[in-house]
T-cell receptor, first 114, second 111 residues
Framework: EAGVAQSPRYKIIEKRQSVAFWCNPI?????LYWYQQILGQGPKLLIQ????????DSQLPKDRFSAERLKGVDSTLKIQPAKLEDSAVYLC????????????FGNGTRLTVT | TQLLEQSPQFLSIQEGENLTVYCNSS?????LQWYRQEPGEGPVLLVT?????EVKKLKRLTFQFGDARKDSSLHITAAQPGDTGLYLC???????????FGEGTQLTVNP
């Protein structure tokens, strides 16, 4: 089966600019996650979708971050405006359901904010 | 305060040595997963443990879930350079549904 696809792989922007990341999960996976991984740290959950509904966005900085999964398949994560501390790898993952199913991760988008 | 504490944070060993990585918490987990992440890639699931005291083996890797379901360990026998990577534990608390990751153990196996 095809894995989780993410684009772009790399992005360099200046602070205060905006950026968007795209994720295509594994076909049939109802749950989609966006994680932020700062260098040297474990992934931190930003938002979790079940189909096209938000299950958990308690750790999403909503003043600058937004995400959507309009048709319950692809998802986009946006940052506007970006700050230096947003430099990180943004990982998308999907799973069959939200009750303990293993997560399948994409290779991430490495964002550098200068 | 980190929900899941992993130790050691860094480990550099020679090929053929054995090692153990620990994942500890004060919380009880309904399940705990171990992932390995290589540079430029996303984490890949190694194993899921769900029962207190459970032991699972994956070739040279042995995973154990604590009796109280608060901690776990990963033991690698006769480590090889291909085992190099970031090992992450992740757990789902019994009181919630969010999968929370530890900070990881960066393992380097030198030939």
């Amino acid at each position: 089966e095809a894995g989780v696809a993410q684009s772009p792989r790399y992005k360099i922007i200046e602070k205060r600019q905006s950026v968007a990341f795209w994720c295509n999960p594994i076909s049939g996976h109802a749950t989609l996650y966006w994680y932020q991984q700062i260098l040297g740290q474990g992934p931190k959950l930003l938002i979790q979708f079940q189909n096209n509904g938000v299950v958990d966005d308690s750790q999403l900085p909503k003043d600058r971050f937004s995400a959507e999964r309009l048709k319950g398949v692809d998802s986009t994560l946006k940052i506007q405006p970006a700050k230096l501390e947003d430099s990180a790898v943004y990982l998308c993952a999907s799973s069959l359901n939200s009750r303990g199913s293993p997560l399948h991760f994409g290779n991430g988008t490495r964002l550098t904010v200068t | 305060t980190q929900l899941l504490e992993q130790s050691p944070q860094f480990l550099s060993i020679q090929e053929g040595e054995n090692l153990t990585v620990y994942c500890n918490s004060s919380s009880v987990f309904s399940s705990l997963q171990w992932y390995r992440q290589e540079p430029g890639e996303g984490p890949v699931l190694l194993v899921t443990v769900v029962t207190g005291g459970e032991v699972k083996k994956l070739k040279r890797l042995t995973f154990q879930f604590g009796d109280a379901r608060k901690d776990s360990s990963l033991h690698i026998t006769a480590a090889q350079p291909g085992d190099t990577g970031l090992y992450l534990c992740a757990g789902v608390e019994t009181s919630g549904s969010r999968l929370t990751f530890g900070e990881g153990t960066q393992l380097t196996v030198n030939p």
